[in-house]
């Protein structure tokens, strides 16, 4: 019999693209005034390092998904090379991210929100929170409605931020000139607060580049079109971090972003010459958005997560049940809207800031170790394929290197929020373990 | 649930094909395939390729069991073994089949291995058959084929030639003699008219038991 429960495959290079772009830019906007705050005159050689850092992911995740035309991702990967019970311990510890993206997402979302109209004389009275469950109930009924017309939301928010108010900021600035003389610039003397805290968030600076796996189940040719988006990706991503790192560091002062580093990108904006009014008002909207879509892949990415591990019997079915006429997972989408406002309720951005990207580090580099044994396991084809050194591809052989010091760096400095992460990974056990013994009995 | 189908290809456009009909009704595809430069026209497609050294001198069941470990059976619901190779698909077949999967479709040649296969539970789609009969209808020569159709009823698809023993006789004649239902497809027009005569370059198509049709064909 004809089934018609399997998801649609609808989204193009640019969709997978800009879904997964602004995921991980967004990381980088939420995280570059902190990073800032903590780097002082090595802001320019930390931001290096974490676009090192993201390339390293990337390629990673764009050569082992070359390989894989379902959805699942990191799962896929790691229960390929090592067996399904480490599949699911990766697969378990980014869900938490995608998760937290939702809440930091729609959160920052409202952070700026009340800035931009403050600007205007007007104060809103509801706390960030309510603001942001408001904006979550949204985001879940559009990706309940279907991923295609998520990926045209992402197409709409990126086409603001590559096109129009990235170009503007870049355009006046280089106008007015800009002291190119890395890595200090104008910030020369600014002693660091703390340079391995400013390291150990710059590692995490862009994280969310996993979507791009979640996302070739519903892609038309996944096995070209990952590793193009993911150079796509990279290229976007490195120009405009590394550009508004060097425009920070020109135009801002270091004690004026030091004071509100969650607004680092309006104040960006406040001080590009001739048109600062016109492009605060753009980088709100701008940032607003982004968020928005990053929570929007979120939702996008855990659900088809969640559909991923219950289809493979590690989860219960109900997860992957798809909705008749939306044809989406629906369960899988109501649990990630009720987590986002467990998340949410605090209204604290500092406190999602500490236990974010953890285990997404963790995840990556279980992703590198399993594209160095790819080849070892067995002889699936790909549409791209990295030098080899000793048979081990060297994607892999960087991307350990590198996840490894930012996972030491992230453990030695946040390693008070490691209990948030344990107690993740403890009911991700029970909840698998009882849904087995269920399933058995 | 996942539905999985395993392709061998046969480095034809057909094996393209299939993988296209099966993607658009909901299967993962795992394609085997046996070059890098073969598996390249794939990728546009969202499927597993599995690269593997297909050559005959390498391939024994050892080697090929190896070759394809990275694949999880469980989820394979139906298998195409297309290739020219008869022996792999044959053999590729009986290892498909031992790992449960459910349905397992070959080519093959010859009746030796054709029946083997059936032993075995396996759908076979008998290519020296399909020729000789396709060769038989462009020639217009003689031919009769019996296939099997549900329990003891059987379907007699026969030429007849210029010295065929039954020119001349009727459908009421043939279906009365030997307890089988009749039809006579003339120059493209389907007759079952009982007075009709038969004649040389009809296709008389008969239903009836194996021993009814086996007694006709003799007397043929």
Known sequence: ?441 | MKRGALILDDLTDATINLVNILINNGFLVHLLTSSERRADMFLVEPTYIHVLDLSDANTNLLSLANAISDINFDDIEVALLLSPNDELNLMLARMLREKGVPRVIVTLRGSKRVEEARNLGITVIDVTHYIIGRVQRLLSLKFSKITPISGDIYMLEMLITGDSRILGATIRDLERDYNVDMVVIREGRLIRDPDVELQANDHLIAVGSMTSLSELLKNA
Not at chain 1, 121 to 146: K, M, W
Not at chain 1, 147 to 168: G, Q
């Open chain 1, 1 to 441: 019999m004809l089934r018609r429960d399997w998801l649609r495959r609808d989204l193009n290079t640019l969709d997978i693209t800009v879904l997964a772009r602004n995921d991980a830019q967004s990381t980088y906007y939420l995280l570059i005034g902190f990073i800032a705050l903590y780097a002082g005159e090595y802001l320019f050689l930390v931001a290096l390092y974490a676009i090192a850092l993201m390339v390293a992911i990337a390629l990673s995740y764009g050569e082992m998904g070359s390989h894989f035309p379902e959805t699942g991702g990191s799962y896929l990967y790691v229960k390929y090379s090592f067996g399904p019970l480490v599949g699911y311990v990766s697969a378990w510890l980014i869900a938490l991210d995608q998760l937290i993206m939702v809440s930091y997402g729609t959160l920052d979302s409202a952070i700026y929100l009340k800035a931009a109209l403050s600007m205007y004389s007007v104060d809103l009275r509801v706390p960030p929170s309510i603001i942001a469950a408001l904006l979550s109930t949204a985001l879940f009924i559009i990706t309940l409605l279907g991923v295609r017309e998520s990926a045209r939301v992402a197409l709409a928010i990126a086409t603001l931020d590559l096109l129009i108010v990235f170009p503007l900021i870049l355009f006046f600035n280089v106008l007015a000139g800009l002291n190119l003389e890395p890595p200090s610039f104008e910030w020369e003397g600014k002693e660091p607060v703390s340079l391995l805290l400013a390291l150990a968030l710059a590692s995490r600076g862009f994280t969310g580049i996993d979507s791009i796996g979640q996302l070739a189940g519903e892609a038309r040719s996944p096995l070209v079109q990952v590793p193009r988006a993911t150079f796509a990706l990279i290229i976007a991503m490195s120009v405009v971090s590394l550009s508004l790192t060097v425009i920070l560091m020109n135009r801002v002062p270091y004690e004026v972003v030091s004071a509100n580093p969650e607004l680092a990108l309006l104040i960006i904006a406040e001080n590009t010459p001739y048109v600062g009014g016109v492009a605060m008002v753009l980088v709100a909207v701008n940032i607003i958005l982004i968020m928005l879509s990053a929570a929007l892949t979120g939702y996008i990415s855990f659900s088809r997560l969640m559909y991923m591990l219950s289809e493979e019997r590690l989860l219960p079915g109900k997860l992957a049940v798809v909705h008749s006429r939306f044809r989406t997972p629906y369960v899988a989408l109501i649990i990630a809207y009720i987590v986002s406002l467990l998340f949410i309720a605090p209204g604290e951005l500092g406190f999602i800031v500490e236990v974010y990207a953890i285990a997404s580090l963790i995840n990556y580099l279980l992703v590198s170790a399993s594209l160095g044994f790819l080849e070892r396991r067995g002889k699936l084809h790909g549409g791209f394929k990295s030098p080899r050194v000793s048979g081990v591809p060297v994607t892999a052989i960087a991307g350990v290197m590198l996840i490894s010091v930012g996972i030491t760096l992230s453990i030695i400095e946040r390693y008070h929020a490691l209990w948030v992460l344990g107690l993740w990974l403890l009911l991700g056990s029970l909840l698998h373990f009882y849904y087995r013994f269920f399933k058995l009995c």
